[in-house]
């Protein structure tokens, strides 16, 4: 999840030219103008007041003898004060101020004879500004928003030490909350006590990547004050970001991070060495070394206090993020729903991005009524419209009155033998016959994409499994899950099921800057100016694609907990998820299901040649289909 200081520029967003009203007109303003689409630019934004304080936390993680405190930067209309109060849009950010040069773990060849590299951090401080990156300031502050960006504790200007999602790391961004609810003691530049008169208390927060997993963080808290929170790209559970059902995985692109790894990378306060025994002691409880679930992780597990959520969520994901994968926002949306927490979510067809940069008008839109609605309580119909929004391929946008979508029902389908048009394994309608044991090797040094290219015909290092060509149109929406009655011989623990399209496609490829095109969304000054460059999508025609895909480290069958050996020959059921998703399989396609042991962008990588056994018939694959 290592996004630049860029992760707060990933906020950029913009539809329009805002005409600005002149300082004469704006001082006669009484208050927000609410017109027929809810606030409007009546301030004057080069006027503003930018402001920096300091929030007391209840914490001393560093161990200095002295509660941590946490830097805020604020920009808030002039006209506000004592009796001129208005909402808050809070961003907070251990991207701030930069990070450090850290290497990842090089345990990821387990041959028994891993090593580790020193993680020294060369220090890349950025100097501190209050200059607000992204739009959110050039946007909201001219319609009566104040917007505050915080350093998360450890980073910038703030103190204590980052945790990679730590209780600290929590309770640090919610004393924000309670600052601006009254709650908390803030200082300003010269130690005086500082108050946020000018705040009505209401507030939303809003990031990507680790920016929008601290609201999912200070939401689970239940912290009065915080109305609604717009986690984009967000993290839920930890334990699911590092690990995954007992395995040591990687985020996508990023083999061997690890909690110490990305906090020593935002590690960029001053005098770091304070948090050095800290740094030792995430290396230490994380446990590389079995991938179980322990204490550590389950104090990174908001989904465990979702039912004291009482804010409002607007969650937003892509569909092809590989670093924050699916399954964070599909558990966190899973768990909302169960309490009926007033939410609405967008689906995109990209990475691990902000939605201004593939639906630009659409997004500011929704995000300015969102913001509206529960900040200013203007009632702006947004919640009477469909709860989602998704992008079944790129450019290509249906809304549903719920997600998963309507007629959504579990789909079980047996791993089944050879079929006659030349697919080795099948997908049949369940129950199924019991049929013969297939094997295949496990080669890490082959990635899954080259394991799934040939659609039909053996590999000696994969089973695989087919549909017949679809009919109609099959939608997957939802998690799936997979049942494997299997036995392992041989070095590696993992086994990894993969979710194919087969059929060519134009699907998407990545994100391109548009050369010369720009779209400035609000007033600015010279430092910023609030103009963004313009963004387009890249499609590729493929013959097929990884729809989703899942681990399991097959010690830890009973349990993500508790690791157990498993006796080489020996057929045990193993059961896991596979990332939550919102697919179209178009008519003509087939549905694959493709198994591997090693997934070598993702898990650690034993030596070659562990043999799996998998019976046919009692082996399937559950998939949450509509149509």
């Not at 913001?371 to 992008?391: C, H, K, N, S």
């Not at 499994?465 to 070095?491: C, F, H, N, Q, V």
Request: with cysteine; glycine share 10%.
């Amino acid at each position: 999840m290592r996004t630049f200081r860029g992760g707060a520029r990933l906020l950029a967003a913009a539809c329009a030219v805002i005409t600005v009203l002149s300082p004469a007109a704006v001082a006669t303003a009484a208050q927000p103008s609410a017109g027929p689409r809810g606030t409007e630019p009546v301030y004057d934004y080069s006027q503003a007041i930018r402001e920096r304080v300091w929030v007391q936390v209840p914490v001393d993680s560093d161990a200095d003898g002295r509660p941590d405190r946490v830097a805020v930067r604020i920009i808030r209309p002039r006209e506000t004060g004592d009796t001129r109060k208005i909402p808050v849009i809070f961003q907070p950010s251990p991207y701030y101020a930069g990070l450090n040069d850290v290497p990842n773990h090089d345990d990821i060849d387990r041959d028994g004879a891993a090593a580790r590299r020193s993680a020294a951090a060369g220090r890349d401080r950025a100097a501190e500004t209050i200059v607000f990156s992204g739009y959110l300031d050039n946007y909201f502050v001219p319609r009566g928003y104040a917007v505050a960006y915080a350093d998360s504790l450890g980073t910038g200007g703030s103190t204590g030490c980052p945790t990679s999602g730590g209780r600290n790391e929590t309770l640090g961004m919610k004393a924000v909350i309670d600052w601006l609810n009254g709650r908390a003691p803030g200082f300003d530049e010269s130690g005086a006590p500082a108050l946020a008169s000018w705040s009505t208390g209401r507030t939303g927060m809003i990031g990507v990547s680790y920016n929008g997993t601290l609201p999912n963080a200070v939401a689970a808290t239940g912290v009065r004050g915080l109305e609604t929170i717009v986690p984009i790209a967000a993290i839920s559970r930890w334990y699911d970001y590092y690990r995954a059902n007992g395995g040591v995985v990687a985020p996508g692109g990023f083999q061997g991070e690890d909690t110490d790894v990305l906090a020593k990378a935002v590690l960029t306060r001053e005098n770091p060495e304070t948090c050095a025994g800290v740094m030792a002691g995430l290396e230490r409880e994380q446990d590389r070394e079995t991938g179980d679930h322990s204490r550590f992780w389950a104090e990174r597990d908001y989904l465990r206090d979702a039912a004291k959520v009482r804010a409002s969520v607007l969650l937003v994901h892509g569909l092809h993020d590989d670093n924050v994968r699916t399954q964070q926002a599909g558990q966190w949306w899973d768990a909302l729903a169960r309490r009926g927490v007033p939410r609405k979510i967008w689906w995109h067809q990209a990475g691990h991005t902000d939605p201004f940069h593939v639906r630009r008008d659409a997004w500011l839109a929704t995000l300015h009524r969102w913001f509206d609605q529960w900040l200013y309580r203007i009632d702006t119909g947004i919640m009477r419209e469909p709860m989602a929004d998704v992008e079944v391929a790129p450019g290509q946008w249906r809304t549903a009155t719920t997600w998963p979508v309507s007629g959504t029902a579990s789909s079980a389908l047996a791993l089944g033998g050879p079929a006659a048009d030349g697919r080795v394994g099948t997908l049949q309608p369940w129950p199924a016959p019991a049929g013969a044991r297939q094997t295949f090797v496990d080669e890490p040094s082959r990635t899954a994409e080259d394991l799934v290219a040939q659609e039909l015909g053996a590999d000696p290092n994969r089973l695989s499994y087919l549909s017949a060509p679809l009919e109609k149109e099959a939608r997957l929406s939802g998690t799936p899950e997979i049942t494997i009655r299997a036995d392992l011989a041989g070095k590696s623990p993992y086994l990894t099921a993969l979710l194919v399209d087969y059929g060519t496609a134009d699907r998407f490829a990545g994100i391109r800057t548009v050369p010369g095109q720009q779209d400035c969304i609000g007033p600015g000054i010279p430092e910023d100016p609030g103009c963004f460059n313009r963004r387009e999508y890249v499609t590729e025609q493929t013959p097929f694609e990884i729809v989703s895909r899942g681990w399991l480290d097959v010690r830890n069958r009973l349990s993500p907990s508790h690791s157990r050996p498993i006796e080489a020959g020996k057929a045990y059921t193993f059961r896991w998820n596979l990332q939550t998703q919102d697919h179209v399989f178009a008519s003509g396609h087939r549905i694959g299901l493709v198994l591997i042991s090693t997934d070598r962008d993702h898990t650690l990588r034993y030596p070659a040649g562990t043999e799996v056994g998998v019976r046919l018939g009692v082996s399937k694959v559950l998939l949450p289909l509509a149509g």
